[in-house]
């Protein structure tokens, strides 16, 4: 399998630290490059009757920051960095065409049930739709303290 460009999208959040890892070891090892892209979703406003309820949108600024700072954890292997807006799976996936990306890797959060209904999975849709193949990279289970 030849992976020389591997899209790692990011919530910022541990699952993603943990895909991040993988994804530089899997670009070193091949040397491949990373694109590291983060999706904000627009901001929602709700309405009802007269009353309009926006939710404040986010600092532009501070995301590029934070995305421009999830850098691979091997200083040797490339890394471009993109702040999109849009429907996360939806954007992951046409990030992965538009730059023909031989690998998705992300961290997925293994939500089940109720909460995953409620949630949605961006993981389970990119898997799906993805014309590569993509790499789901679960958190670790915490380790019990020993007694």
Do not use: W
């Not at 040397?31 to 926006?54: F, K, N, S």
């Not at 996360?88 to 992965?96: F, K, N, R």
């Not at 990119?126 to 020993?146: D, E, I, M």
């Amino acid at each position: 399998m030849n992976i020389k460009k591997i899209l790692f999208p990011t919530d910022f959040s541990e699952a993603g630290k943990h895909a991040l890892h993988l994804a530089t070891s899997l670009a070193r090892d091949h040397g491949g490059q990373l694109i590291v892209v983060h999706v904000e979703e627009p901001p929602m406003a709700y309405g009802g009757g007269e009353l309009y309820y926006g939710v404040e949108e986010p600092n532009r600024e501070e995301l590029l920051k934070m995305v421009s700072d999830v850098v691979p954890t091997d200083p040797a292997v490339p890394c471009t960095h993109k702040l999109l807006i849009g429907d996360p799976a939806e954007a992951i996936l046409q990030t992965a065409e538009a730059e023909s990306v031989d690998l998705i890797v992300l961290g997925t959060h293994g939500r089940r049930g109720l909460t995953r209904l409620l949630m949605g999975s961006v993981a389970e849709a990119v898997v799906r739709r993805a014309a590569c193949p993509v790499l789901t990279v679960r958190q670790p289970a915490a380790v019990p303290a020993s007694t």
